[in-house]
């Protein structure tokens, strides 16, 4: 069975201290990695699909990467807005939907001022 | 472009009564998907429909729980009859290829109490 698991649950940071998020996966076959941001009260906002190992990607303050075994969310001198639940979700190659995603049970992040 | 609405955004019902749960996909995305999260747990898939037709209905859980996509536009999720640990968010997600290339977009949640 397809297992994600994120670390920390949780994370407080000071404005402007960097930090990583972890997810770690067990797959059969993995096709594609997303990480997400959830707000409170809303669905999950899509940030990112890596596709194999070694690959990065960035978007403003944000870049995830990817090994065979984990992906980390890497977050340079967050701010109070960055303050999220940050999901992954991963998706495996076979079967019959594609659009089956498992997901962590997420990090809770917070960016004090 | 508009996003995926779903509609009510809260519910409240009793034990044993019926509730359905709709979703508006984006425009144009044949694939639409179910996921919930029950307290304290991860999101869970329910079920992907490619227009109208059910393509993996592997996580619903039960017989109590009926999606439906007539028309292959929007999408109903029926509960009946509803047990306590049916209680949870309710998300709804479409895109426009099934590979999720662009993206899965997600609707806010139904966040649905039974009681």
């Known amino acids: 069975e397809d297992q994600v698991t994120q670390s920390p649950e949780a994370l407080r940071l000071q404005e402007g201290e960097s930090s990583s998020l972890n997810c770690s996966y067990t797959?059969?076959?993995?096709?594609?990695l997303f990480w997400y941001r959830q707000d409170p009260g809303k669905g999950p906002e899509f940030l990112f699909t890596?596709?194999?190992a070694g690959e990065e990607k960035e978007k403003e303050r944000l870049k995830a990467t990817l090994t065979k075994k984990e992906s980390f969310l890497h977050i340079t001198a967050p701010k109070p807005e960055d303050s999220a639940t940050y999901l992954c979700?991963?998706?495996?190659?076979?079967?019959?939907?594609?659009?089956?995603?498992?997901f962590g049970q997420g990090t809770i992040l917070t960016v004090h001022p | 472009e508009a996003g995926v609405t779903q509609f009510p955004s809260h519910s409240v019902i009793e034990k044993g009564q019926t509730v359905t749960l709709r979703c508006d996909p984006i425009?144009?995305?044949?694939?639409l998907y179910w996921y919930r999260r029950v307290m304290g747990k991860e999101i869970k898939f329910l079920l992907h429909?490619?227009?109208?037709?059910?393509?993996?209905e592997s996580g619903m859980p039960n017989n109590r729980f009926l999606a439906e996509r007539t028309g292959g536009t929007y999408s109903t999720l029926k509960v009946q009859p509803a047990e306590l640990e049916d209680s949870g968010v309710y998300f709804c997600?479409?895109?426009?290829?099934?590979?999720?290339?662009?993206?899965?977009?997600f609707g806010s949640g139904t966040r649905l109490t039974v009681v």
């Open positions: 425009s144009g995305h044949d694939n």
């Open positions: 797959v059969s076959g993995l096709r594609g």
């Open positions: 979700a991963v998706q495996t190659s076979g079967g019959t939907s594609y659009g089956k995603l498992t």
């Open positions: 997600a479409s895109s426009q290829d099934v590979l999720g290339n662009y993206g899965y977009t």
């Open positions: 429909f490619v227009k109208e037709s059910k393509q993996d």
């Open positions: 890596l596709y194999s």
